[in-house]
Protein backbone atom coordinates (compact mmCIF):
# COMPACT_ATOMS: atom_id res chain seq x y z
CA UNK A 1 0.00 0.00 0.00
CA UNK A 2 1.15 3.66 0.04
CA UNK A 3 1.87 6.09 3.22
CA UNK A 4 -0.20 9.33 3.49
CA UNK A 5 -0.29 11.47 6.09
CA UNK A 6 -2.64 14.48 6.90
CA UNK A 7 -2.27 17.27 8.83
CA UNK A 8 -3.58 18.57 10.88
CA UNK A 9 -5.78 15.94 12.48
CA UNK A 10 -7.97 18.08 14.33
CA UNK A 11 -8.86 21.74 14.13
CA UNK A 12 -10.95 24.02 15.39
CA UNK A 13 -11.79 27.49 14.32
CA UNK A 14 -14.29 30.19 13.64
CA UNK A 15 -16.45 30.99 11.63
CA UNK A 16 -15.60 33.11 8.73
CA UNK A 17 -12.12 31.89 8.93
CA UNK A 18 -10.15 30.26 6.81
CA UNK A 19 -8.49 26.31 6.80
CA UNK A 20 -6.05 24.95 5.17
CA UNK A 21 -5.34 20.73 4.91
CA UNK A 22 -2.28 19.49 3.97
CA UNK A 23 -1.82 15.87 2.39
CA UNK A 24 1.46 14.20 1.69
CA UNK A 25 1.97 10.79 -0.24
CA UNK A 26 4.87 9.91 1.77
CA UNK A 27 6.38 6.92 -0.32
CA UNK A 28 4.95 7.56 -3.71
CA UNK A 29 5.49 10.48 -6.14
CA UNK A 30 1.14 10.98 -7.13
CA UNK A 31 0.41 13.36 -9.60
CA UNK A 32 -3.18 12.63 -8.80
CA UNK A 33 -4.52 13.10 -5.12
CA UNK A 34 -8.23 12.93 -4.21
CA UNK A 35 -10.42 14.93 -1.32
CA UNK A 36 -13.43 13.15 0.24
CA UNK A 37 -15.63 14.79 2.59
CA UNK A 38 -17.29 12.28 5.17
CA UNK A 39 -20.44 13.57 7.32
CA UNK A 40 -21.04 11.74 11.07
CA UNK A 41 -22.66 8.16 10.16
CA UNK A 42 -22.22 9.07 6.50
CA UNK A 43 -20.39 7.61 3.65
CA UNK A 44 -17.50 9.86 1.90
CA UNK A 45 -18.23 11.97 -0.68
CA UNK A 46 -15.14 12.45 -3.59
CA UNK A 47 -14.91 16.17 -3.83
CA UNK A 48 -12.33 16.73 -5.92
CA UNK A 49 -8.98 15.04 -8.06
CA UNK A 50 -5.82 17.21 -7.25
CA UNK A 51 -3.73 17.44 -10.20
CA UNK A 52 0.08 18.04 -10.06
CA UNK A 53 1.05 21.00 -11.67
CA UNK A 54 -2.60 22.13 -13.06
CA UNK A 55 -6.03 22.64 -11.82
CA UNK A 56 -8.11 20.50 -9.74
CA UNK A 57 -11.35 18.63 -11.09
CA UNK A 58 -14.28 19.06 -9.16
CA UNK A 59 -17.38 17.40 -8.26
CA UNK A 60 -20.61 18.52 -9.18
CA UNK A 61 -22.06 20.92 -6.10
CA UNK A 62 -18.38 21.45 -4.86
CA UNK A 63 -17.86 25.19 -4.69
CA UNK A 64 -14.24 25.71 -6.30
CA UNK A 65 -14.25 29.04 -4.89
CA UNK A 66 -14.87 27.86 -1.22
CA UNK A 67 -12.44 24.54 -1.65
CA UNK A 68 -9.43 25.70 -2.97
CA UNK A 69 -7.04 22.92 -4.20
CA UNK A 70 -2.96 23.17 -4.61
CA UNK A 71 -0.97 20.52 -5.44
CA UNK A 72 2.26 21.89 -6.28
CA UNK A 73 4.47 18.97 -6.11
CA UNK A 74 4.21 15.28 -6.37
CA UNK A 75 3.90 14.60 -2.59
CA UNK A 76 1.83 17.27 -1.31
CA UNK A 77 -1.92 18.44 -2.27
CA UNK A 78 -3.54 21.13 0.20
CA UNK A 79 -7.32 22.02 0.84
CA UNK A 80 -8.24 25.31 1.78
CA UNK A 81 -11.83 25.56 3.28
CA UNK A 82 -12.30 29.47 2.55
CA UNK A 83 -14.75 31.13 4.95
CA UNK A 84 -15.66 28.41 7.11
CA UNK A 85 -19.50 27.77 8.38
CA UNK A 86 -20.57 25.40 10.98
CA UNK A 87 -21.96 23.71 7.96
CA UNK A 88 -18.38 22.66 6.68
CA UNK A 89 -17.54 20.87 9.85
CA UNK A 90 -16.64 17.38 8.50
CA UNK A 91 -13.94 14.90 8.30
CA UNK A 92 -11.84 15.46 5.25
CA UNK A 93 -9.93 12.66 3.77
CA UNK A 94 -7.58 12.69 0.98
CA UNK A 95 -6.66 9.48 -1.07
CA UNK A 96 -3.46 8.44 -3.47
CA UNK A 97 -3.69 5.49 -5.90
CA UNK A 98 -0.09 4.49 -6.57
CA UNK A 99 -1.43 1.34 -8.87
CA UNK A 100 -3.89 1.45 -11.78
CA UNK A 101 -6.91 1.55 -9.32
CA UNK A 102 -6.14 1.02 -5.76
CA UNK A 103 -6.98 4.13 -3.29
CA UNK A 104 -5.25 4.44 -0.13
CA UNK A 105 -6.38 7.04 2.57
CA UNK A 106 -4.77 9.39 4.79
CA UNK A 107 -5.73 9.53 8.26
CA UNK A 108 -8.37 12.27 7.85
CA UNK A 109 -8.59 15.76 9.28
CA UNK A 110 -11.63 16.79 11.41
CA UNK A 111 -12.75 20.33 10.96
CA UNK A 112 -15.12 21.70 13.56
CA UNK A 113 -16.73 25.28 12.78
CA UNK A 114 -17.55 26.88 15.52
CA UNK B 1 -23.12 9.39 -12.94
CA UNK B 2 -22.33 6.37 -11.23
CA UNK B 3 -24.80 5.47 -8.24
CA UNK B 4 -23.89 2.95 -5.57
CA UNK B 5 -26.39 1.28 -3.33
CA UNK B 6 -25.41 -0.87 -0.39
CA UNK B 7 -27.72 -3.23 1.74
CA UNK B 8 -28.22 -3.46 4.66
CA UNK B 9 -27.50 -0.80 6.52
CA UNK B 10 -26.77 -2.04 9.88
CA UNK B 11 -26.02 -5.89 10.46
CA UNK B 12 -26.03 -8.38 13.46
CA UNK B 13 -24.23 -11.59 13.29
CA UNK B 14 -23.31 -14.16 15.54
CA UNK B 15 -19.65 -14.01 16.63
CA UNK B 16 -18.42 -17.59 14.35
CA UNK B 17 -21.75 -17.17 11.19
CA UNK B 18 -21.09 -15.73 7.78
CA UNK B 19 -21.55 -12.35 7.00
CA UNK B 20 -23.22 -10.58 3.73
CA UNK B 21 -23.33 -7.35 2.42
CA UNK B 22 -24.54 -6.01 -1.20
CA UNK B 23 -24.35 -3.44 -3.23
CA UNK B 24 -25.48 -2.15 -6.71
CA UNK B 25 -23.84 -0.23 -9.08
CA UNK B 26 -25.43 1.98 -12.06
CA UNK B 27 -23.04 2.54 -14.37
CA UNK B 28 -21.80 -0.38 -16.56
CA UNK B 29 -18.38 1.40 -17.36
CA UNK B 30 -17.55 0.72 -13.96
CA UNK B 31 -15.20 -2.06 -13.57
CA UNK B 32 -12.98 -1.40 -10.10
CA UNK B 33 -14.77 -2.36 -6.89
CA UNK B 34 -13.19 -1.83 -4.03
CA UNK B 35 -14.39 -2.61 -0.10
CA UNK B 36 -13.65 -0.53 2.30
CA UNK B 37 -13.80 -1.06 6.20
CA UNK B 38 -13.56 2.00 8.61
CA UNK B 39 -13.59 1.96 12.65
CA UNK B 40 -14.62 4.91 14.68
CA UNK B 41 -12.70 7.85 14.08
CA UNK B 42 -10.13 6.45 11.64
CA UNK B 43 -9.35 6.22 7.70
CA UNK B 44 -11.19 3.68 5.28
CA UNK B 45 -8.56 0.66 4.72
CA UNK B 46 -9.01 -1.61 2.09
CA UNK B 47 -9.62 -5.26 2.52
CA UNK B 48 -10.42 -6.51 -0.60
CA UNK B 49 -10.93 -5.20 -4.15
CA UNK B 50 -12.22 -7.10 -7.63
CA UNK B 51 -11.90 -5.93 -11.56
CA UNK B 52 -14.42 -6.57 -14.01
CA UNK B 53 -12.63 -8.96 -15.61
CA UNK B 54 -12.73 -11.87 -12.63
CA UNK B 55 -15.72 -12.50 -10.96
CA UNK B 56 -14.83 -13.99 -7.68
CA UNK B 57 -11.78 -13.24 -5.22
CA UNK B 58 -10.78 -15.01 -2.08
CA UNK B 59 -8.56 -14.00 0.88
CA UNK B 60 -8.70 -15.54 3.59
CA UNK B 61 -12.14 -14.73 5.67
CA UNK B 62 -12.90 -12.69 2.98
CA UNK B 63 -13.94 -12.57 -0.44
CA UNK B 64 -16.13 -11.12 -3.11
CA UNK B 65 -18.30 -11.29 -5.94
CA UNK B 66 -19.29 -9.40 -8.92
CA UNK B 67 -22.14 -9.99 -11.17
CA UNK B 68 -21.22 -7.75 -14.00
CA UNK B 69 -24.84 -8.05 -16.04
CA UNK B 70 -26.78 -7.74 -12.65
CA UNK B 71 -24.65 -4.85 -11.93
CA UNK B 72 -23.56 -6.32 -8.54
CA UNK B 73 -20.95 -7.63 -6.06
CA UNK B 74 -21.24 -9.13 -2.21
CA UNK B 75 -18.55 -9.23 0.30
CA UNK B 76 -18.43 -12.52 2.17
CA UNK B 77 -16.86 -12.20 5.73
CA UNK B 78 -17.07 -15.73 7.29
CA UNK B 79 -16.18 -17.43 10.63
CA UNK B 80 -16.87 -13.25 12.23
CA UNK B 81 -14.55 -12.60 14.69
CA UNK B 82 -15.49 -9.11 17.30
CA UNK B 83 -12.13 -7.39 15.31
CA UNK B 84 -14.43 -7.80 12.32
CA UNK B 85 -17.33 -5.13 13.99
CA UNK B 86 -16.99 -1.98 11.69
CA UNK B 87 -18.41 0.42 9.06
CA UNK B 88 -18.65 -1.59 6.07
CA UNK B 89 -17.84 0.82 2.85
CA UNK B 90 -18.40 -0.51 -0.86
CA UNK B 91 -17.26 1.57 -4.14
CA UNK B 92 -17.31 1.33 -7.42
CA UNK B 93 -14.91 3.50 -10.41
CA UNK B 94 -14.27 3.50 -14.07
CA UNK B 95 -10.63 2.92 -12.55
CA UNK B 96 -7.50 4.24 -14.55
CA UNK B 97 -5.70 5.74 -11.04
CA UNK B 98 -7.46 8.66 -12.36
CA UNK B 99 -10.81 8.45 -11.34
CA UNK B 100 -12.21 8.94 -7.63
CA UNK B 101 -14.58 6.68 -5.93
CA UNK B 102 -17.96 6.76 -5.77
CA UNK B 103 -19.36 5.03 -2.50
CA UNK B 104 -22.26 3.19 -0.85
CA UNK B 105 -23.67 4.21 2.10
CA UNK B 106 -22.07 2.03 4.61
CA UNK B 107 -23.14 -1.13 6.57
CA UNK B 108 -22.67 -0.97 10.12
CA UNK B 109 -21.20 -4.36 10.73
CA UNK B 110 -21.66 -5.60 14.90
CA UNK B 111 -20.41 -9.15 15.51
CA UNK B 112 -22.28 -10.49 18.96
CA UNK B 113 -19.96 -12.33 21.00
Known amino acids: GAVVSQHPSRVICKSGTSVKIECRSLDFQATTMFWYRQFPKKSLMLMAT?????????EQGVEKDKFLINHASLTLSTLTVTSAHPEDSSFYIC??????????FGPGTRLTVL | GENVEQHPSTLSVQEGDSAVIKCTYS??????FPWYKQELGKRPQLIID?????GEKKDQRIAVTLNKTAKHFSLHITETQPEDSAVYFCAASQGGGADGLTFGKGTHLIIQP
Open chain 1, 95 to 104: SVAPSRDTQY
Open chain 2, 27 to 32: DSASNY
Open chain 1, 50 to 58: SNEGSKATY
Open chain 2, 50 to 54: IRSNV
